[in-house]
């Protein structure tokens, strides 16, 4: 009986690590003629995203807060710029956001008005928000 089980045992140990060990993989296929077709349509996106030097866009954020039934309504600014070629190209980007009337007018875009503003860089990001006056 002490035969069997020292063994089993022994069985155990031995083939223990071969049952935990992953199945084996499928191999890598060709790709197929959509996989073709999108890296060429991928390929021309990235070829015309690095033409892009400055990019602007106006932002209408809402936002809505269910413990006071209150809406938020802001407007602002999307702004980016590449400056330098390649290798030394600096990304710059801000965006800037105002608080509306309950309508969702702006009226003037002063600093009484500023909700929050982010500036990017390629090393640093600030973020400025006057309610708390800090950087």
């Not at 690095?50 to 999307?78: N, W």
């Amino acid at each position: 009986m002490r035969r069997v089980l020292l063994v089993l045992v022994v069985a155990m140990v031995a083939i223990g690590p071969v049952m935990a060990q992953n199945p084996p993989t499928a191999p890598v296929t060709a790709p197929s003629q959509s996989d073709k077709i999108l890296d060429g349509y991928l390929q021309r996106w990235e070829e015309e995203m690095a033409k892009i030097q400055t990019l602007a866009a106006e932002i209408r954020f809402s936002e809505y807060d269910p413990t006071f039934k209150s809406t938020r309504k802001t407007v602002g600014y999307a702004r980016y710029m590449k400056v330098g070629n390649l290798p030394n190209v600096v990304n710059l980007a801000s965006l800037e956001l105002y608080n509306t009337d309950s309508k969702g007018n702006l009226g003037k875009m002063t600093p009484e008005t500023l909700s929050e503003k982010i500036l990017l860089t390629s090393a640093f990001m600030y973020v400025y928000i006057p309610d708390k006056k800090e950087i």
